[in-house]
């Protein structure tokens, strides 16, 4: 009997415990973040000895999420948490490091017990081992989409080879973590040389993993006694390729028709006709290859036009010396593979794949050139009797001047100015364009109707640029941030001077410039290892709303 009092009285107790920690219930729901309220040692504390820090939060936190965004700087690896209501108590395991200051960093990555709000910035404490706290600040922003949360790596160079410095595998030395707006701070550094990283660290493992994580870099900063605060660091962060392009399939679409479909795009400039090779299983006698073009702007697609090939042979197609965007060579163990020539007669004439005024309700200007991609590799021996515009309301002709870009695609420019608000309509005779089997259309002709747009109905941004320093190419990007549907307008500006971003829809635009070091007409965010550094770029202040016919000027990157 009195072991079951026993029993009982212990179960009341446990009830009663669990009950004294249950969160309180009903009222509106929880939308305020929690915050450290209280913390042990105090801020910029000197000479502590002591073995534990310890932190109270303004309300109950997942003890899960504290633990795992709590960092160390310089890194104290080994700690124990004892958790008492909403504090906190961290234990180290290992003895400190002489006339140190250390760093405790708590992460945005911290939420609360009820509705996982997370904590609003990070929250930082210093304390010193010795008689002096370091005072060294960088702070700045990552711009990204989903700005919170980025991991901000930073490695004290002074005593490091910076050749053989790798994310991959070595633990930055200092940490902090990007609030909601993208903003950080690295506070109580010492004197030195850093290099900093703007990491999301999927695996939360304080390690850059490629192609996982996305990542920025940027130049690396010095602090000394004389300069011990650098603001206005910024990141972009992109995902970075280090897997180089391979062969994903290969079809017969006819007897003379090859679609081959990479893994990424190619850089356009390293594919040539020489870059493909058809040969037997053995390699000995090859299929010739007569040209060949790409499916898409993409690079990822490309058929090749080629002799008769034989029914049911089997043959292999070699791909050598193509790089993708990143400058990776194509895989040599996927460079290779095998497939089934086709029996299927090549009947079919060229076609249009592509047609940019073939919607009627694109936007067209009187300067514009006209672009048409075709189905197949085409001869046009007559321009003038292959393509014209027809003014719409007298049937007067206006003549084309052709660009072949390549031999499925080409680009038509006006020989006479178009006029504003004009209707036109663009003619195709396609008697007059034959593949290279001499299949072409029955003697028809087809009109793509087309309107000239009034200019005055857009706006523009006008403005000047002070460059940042150095002579390098340069882009300026306006996205409509109301329109995500709209592509970013880019122009090539010069490092000084003035700038012009016309014929743009109305809308609420963010303007970026940047150095274009490598001619690629993009931003790059850098490479981690080997090490390369971002791009300079700079986002203009303020959104910039534009209207019809009313010029946006002013503007002026400082």
Not at 515 to 533: E, L, T, V, W
Request: with cysteine.
């Amino acid at each position: 009997m009195k072991f079951k009092q026993s029993i009982v009285f212990f179960v009341t107790l446990l009830l009663i415990g669990c009950a004294g920690q249950r969160m309180p219930e009903g009222g509106p729901p929880d939308t305020i973040p929690p915050e450290v309220i209280s913390v042990y040692p105090a801020p910029n504390t000197i000479n502590f000895s002591d073995n534990k820090i310890v932190l109270e939060f303004s309300e109950y936190v997942d003890r899960r999420s504290v633990e795992e965004a709590l960092f160390f700087s310089p890194a104290i690896r080994d700690v124990e948490f004892d958790w008492s209501g909403t504090e906190v108590s961290i234990i180290f395991q290992e003895a400190l490091r002489k006339n140190t200051t250390y760093v405790a960093t708590l992460g945005t990555d911290v939420k609360d017990f009820r509705n996982g709000n997370r904590m609003a910035s990070s929250f930082t404490i210093a304390f010193s081992t010795g008689e002096k706290i370091d005072k060294g600040i960088i702070s700045g922003t990552v711009f990204d989409e989903k700005p919170d949360g980025i991991m901000i790596f930073s490695y004290r160079m002074n005593d490091i080879l910076a050749d053989t410095l790798n994310p991959v595998h070595t633990h930055p030395d200092y940490i902090t973590q990007t609030g909601k707006t993208g903003k950080f701070t690295l506070t109580n550094l010492a004197d030195g040389t850093y290099r900093l990283f703007a990491v999301r660290d999927e695996y939360r493992n304080l390690l850059y993993d490629p192609e996982v994580d996305d990542a920025g870099t940027t130049n690396d900063v010095l602090l000394s006694a004389a300069d011990t605060m650098k603001s206005g660091i910024q990141f972009i962060l992109a995902k970075e390729d280090t897997t180089p392009p391979r062969i994903v399939s290969i079809q017969a679409l006819d007897n003379k028709h090859i679609s081959v479909t990479l893994s990424e795009s190619l850089d356009s400039l390293s594919v040539k006709k020489e870059s493909f090779r058809i040969s037997d299983t053995l390699g000995t006698v090859e299929l010739p290859i007569k040209t060949f073009f790409p499916g898409s702007e993409q690079y990822t697609q490309f058929t090749l036009v080629t002799d008769k090939q034989k029914d049911k042979e089997t043959y292999l197609l070699s791909i050598a010396g193509v790089k993708d965007l990143s400058g990776y060579e194509i895989n040599p163990l996927a460079k290779q593979k095998l497939f089934t020539g086709s029996n299927l007669a090549d009947t079919i004439p060229p076609r249009i794949a592509l047609n940019t005024v073939k919607d009627s309700m694109a936007m067209f200007f009187s300067d514009d050139s006209i672009t048409l991609q075709f189905t197949d590799a085409v001869r046009i021996e007559k321009v003038d009797s292959a393509f014209g515009v027809i003014k719409r309301n007298d049937s007067s002709f206006i003549g084309l001047n052709a660009i072949q870009k390549n031999p499925a695609k080409y680009i038509l420019k006006p020989l006479s100015a178009l006029g504003i608000n004009q209707k036109y309509s663009l003619k195709i005779r396609w008697k007059f364009i034959e593949d290279l089997f001499g299949h072409h259309e029955k003697d028809s002709t087809t009109y793509f109707p087309f309107t000239i747009i009034d200019p005055e109905q857009f706006g523009n941004i006008d403005g000047s640029f002070a460059g940042f320093g150095k002579k390098s190419p340069m882009m300026i990007q306006a996205e409509n941030i109301a329109n995500k549907n709209q592509l970013p307008k880019m122009i090539h500006i010069s490092s000084f001077g003035k700038f012009s971003i016309v014929r743009l829809p109305e809308g609420q635009y963010v303007l970026k410039a940047f150095s274009d070091d490598n001619n690629n007409q993009r931003h790059d965010a850098g490479k981690i290892f080997p090490y390369h550094c971002g791009e300079q770029f700079k986002y203009y202040p303020d959104t910039l709303r534009v209207r019809a016919r009313w010029p946006v000027d002013g503007v002026f990157f400082k």
